[in-house]
């Protein structure tokens, strides 16, 4: 019985055993493989630190207005006569765009001239009757005085003969008239917009910490989304002297250059400001960046003891984001290599291979292909 026991107790030692020597054979022999198994690189692209001037910039959003914009009416009622002008044709400081029937103006303005024309010959006559003292001092100053009202009645007569004619205030562009002919229209009725498009106006407005900084005669980059990238040039033209205290923000009014007249009253636009000196700052792209809570950060691509390309990851500082570009405060130097892309494939350590036929577009003025 117990040499039964001893040999079960043998076999069993030896086959766990056995077992236990094949299992350290076998890690081993795989922790080999694992050692000696080619290191694929990852491809990435890269960028160059580089060191670019800026300048501080403010940015906001505003709307253009005209520099003189109103709704032309006239300050008498009447029957509209005749229309000079076409909806949105363009017009001169002057021009007579719509006429009110007049006909009993005319004919009352000639009744009073006629008889402000009759009053100067009394007046003429009784002068020479006065140089022969024929009548007294009195009687001539009675026919001036007749003369002067005269002539004053007229010319009342003549103002409101000339208010039945509307006429433009400024050059400008016509809207879309409100009357047509034969209509009745007291007065004050809107009868028709004239906007003056070059130069016009934007108004916008800025929080109050930037109110010692702005002021008339900066210049401003105006970017209108309806017209596409294009980027329109003014100067700040006057700065609201008080701050809303509601908003705490105070307004502002830029002047464009509008000679084509493609900027029109009402359009949303992006305005930046560029405030003091230019000073450097070091940029990558922004595809550069590992945007994390716990901080942002970066891999450079520098070579290890053993001249292969590896990526390390470094926390940095970033600063203000100009397009595609984003400048970093702390963290990097210049000329240094970042990786551009291919972030999601890197670990710290990682082998990697620089491919630039591919490189993401950086640019602190990106302009998209909508095409």
């Known amino acids: 019985m117990n040499k039964r026991m001893i040999a079960i107790l043998t076999i069993t030692v030896l086959v766990f055993g056995g077992t236990m020597v094949a299992k350290m054979m076998g890690n081993r022999m795989m922790n080999a ?8 690189p990852v491809t990435v692209s890269s960028s160059d630190v580089i060191e670019q001037q800026w300048t501080r910039q403010v940015s906001a959003v505003g709307t253009l207005a005209a520099v003189n914009g109103a709704s032309l009416t006239t300050e008498v009622a ?11 044709s363009e017009v ?34 009784v002068k020479s009757l006065l140089a022969r003292k024929s009548i007294s001092k009195a009687e001539f100053d009675r026919r001036e005085t007749e003369l002067a009202q005269a002539r004053a009645n007229a010319q009342a007569r003549r103002s409101k003969l000339q208010q039945k004619t509307l006429r433009a205030p400024y ?32 108004n916008f407005t800025l929080p109050e910490q930037w109110y010692p ?3 008339a ?15 329109f040039t003014g100067k700040i033209t006057a700065v609201e002297p008080t701050i809303d205290s509601n908003t705490r923000n105070f307004a502002v009014q830029a002047t464009l250059a509008n ?36 901080g942002n950060s970066v891999f450079i691509l520098s070579k290890d ?67």
């Open 33 to 40: 493989y694992l050692n000696n198994m080619p290191e694929t």
């Open 78 to 88: 009447g029957i509209v006569e005749e229309i000079h002008f076409d909806s949105g």
């Open 92 to 125: 001169k400081a002057g021009d007579a765009i719509i006429s009110l029937v007049s006909a009993t103006d005319e004919a009352e303005l000639a009744s009073l001239e006629a008889a402000a024309r009759l009053a100067e010959i009394e007046r003429d006559r």
């Open 171 to 202: 050059a400008g562009r016509l809207g879309i008239r409100k009357v047509n002919i034969g209509q009745f229209v007291a007065a004050g009725d809107p009868m028709i917009a004239l906007q003056s498009l070059d130069p016009v106006h934007l």
């Open 213 to 215: 900084e702005v002021d």
């Open 217 to 231: 005669g900066l210049g401003v980059r105006v970017v209108v989304d309806a017209l596409g990238s294009k980027v």
């Open 259 to 294: 000679p084509k007249k493609v900027l029109r009253p009402g359009m949303f636009a992006r305005v930046e400001i560029s405030l003091g000196e230019p000073h450097s700052v070091l940029t990558v792209p922004r595809t550069a960046i590992n945007f994390n809570p716990y």
């Open 305 to 371: 003891k053993g001249g292969k390309l590896r990526a390390q990851q470094r926390l940095i500082q970033t600063g203000e984001v100009r397009g595609d570009v984003i400048a970093v405060s702390e963290g990097l130097a210049l000329d240094e290599i970042v990786a551009s892309s291919g972030l999601l494939k890197l670990r710290n350590g990682s082998l990697v291979n620089i491919n630039n036929e591919v490189v993401p577009q950086a640019s602190t003025t990106p302009t998209p292909d909508n095409g």
